[in-house]
């Protein structure tokens, strides 16, 4: 199994590409090919499972992301299912970074999850899964700070000093462990298994927020002045409460946030909002 390409484009003259094109566009071609000298020492970094494709410009500048030869984008293998909150914190971490990943739709339904080639990826069974040129990792936010630190080097997504580090972290964490945690807590039994809504569960997650909201206060971003893995994080997670009736949106710090995140995180729509909708619809369907 291929699990990394490297799609390397050509530099060529803004003229005869018309521009930069969203990756979307892109059609590598069937043949493998090395354009130009230069490229001959990016080889060098990769695996021997890489390809390098050489996308040449086209007079309908359909082929191009961008006109330079920084413009190196790696394919790697996402297991994931639309609606869950843990693979679109991932979809949207890979938009900020500029990676096109490989989505590989798991149908948790009829339990492709627990089959022996899945279990071989991911022991545990959940989704999302990476698999970058054999190498497998699950739980969402280790994937997030996984990608930040291996593609991201030079953003500002994952900070390398270590007390902003440790702040992103901490967000992480209180993702995962407490807010997240909770509405998981509260939510799941009644989607999944019939259960009333438990009002002490629900008091739960508002302690939670009112974390947050502090955290927010008079800040544009959730760890830092900047936009980082924790906003996307906590973006994927809060937005889900958009489909119960958990209302953080009378949180002000929280709604603020929500809303700016939601305009301004990198491919916002397509890596959250879709998905949200396919949460949505699955919890409208549950509730018949
Ligand atoms: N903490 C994990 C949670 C992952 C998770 O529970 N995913 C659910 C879908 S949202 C899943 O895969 N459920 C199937 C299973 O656990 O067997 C993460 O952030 O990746």
């Not at 354009?35 to 970094?45: D, G, K, T």
């Not at 006109?67 to 790697?76: A, D, H, V």
């Not at 990198?266 to 369907?285: I, M, R, T």
Request: hydrophobic share 35%; aromatic share 10%.
């Amino acid at each position: 199994m291929r699990s990394l390409q490297l799609i390397y484009v050509a530099p060529v003259s803004e003229e005869s590409s018309g521009g930069p094109l969203p990756f979307h566009h892109l059609q590598p071609p069937p043949t493998r090919s090395i354009s130009s000298p230069s490229a001959l020492s990016l080889l060098h970094q990769l695996p021997p499972s890489a390809i390098i494709y050489s996308i040449p410009a086209r007079k309908d500048g359909k082929a191009m992301v961008t006109p330079t030869e920084s413009s190196i984008i790696m394919t790697i293998d996402l297991y994931y299912v639309p609606g869950s909150a843990p693979c679109r914190s991932v979809l949207l971490t890979a938009k900020a970074l500029n990676l096109n990943l490989n989505l590989k739709l798991v149908d948790l339904h009829h339990g492709e999850h627990l089959k022996p080639e899945y279990l071989k990826l991911n022991p545990q069974h959940t989704v999302p899964t990476l698999v970058d040129d054999g190498f497998s990792l699950w739980e969402s936010r280790a994937i997030i700070t996984y990608l930040a630190n291996k593609y991201g080097k030079s953003s500002s997504l994952y900070p390398e000093e270590p007390k902003a580090r440790a702040v992103v972290d901490q967000r992480l964490y209180f993702d995962m462990g407490t807010l997240y945690q909770r509405f998981a807590d509260y939510f799941y039994p009644q989607l999944f298994g019939g259960e009333s809504a438990d009002p002490k569960k629900l008091e739960k997650i508002e302690d939670a927020l009112k974390l947050l909201d502090g955290f927010l206060d008079g800040q544009k971003y959730v760890a830092g002045s900047n936009l980082t893995v924790a906003d996307l994080s906590l973006v994927a997670s809060v937005s889900s409460f958009e489909a119960t009736d958990v209302d953080f949106k009378k949180y002000s710090n929280i709604k603020r946030w929500y809303e700016h995140i939601k305009a301004t995180a990198p491919g916002y729509q397509e890596a959250n909002e879709k998905g949200l909708d396919a949460f949505k619809a699955l919890v409208k369907s549950m509730k018949k």
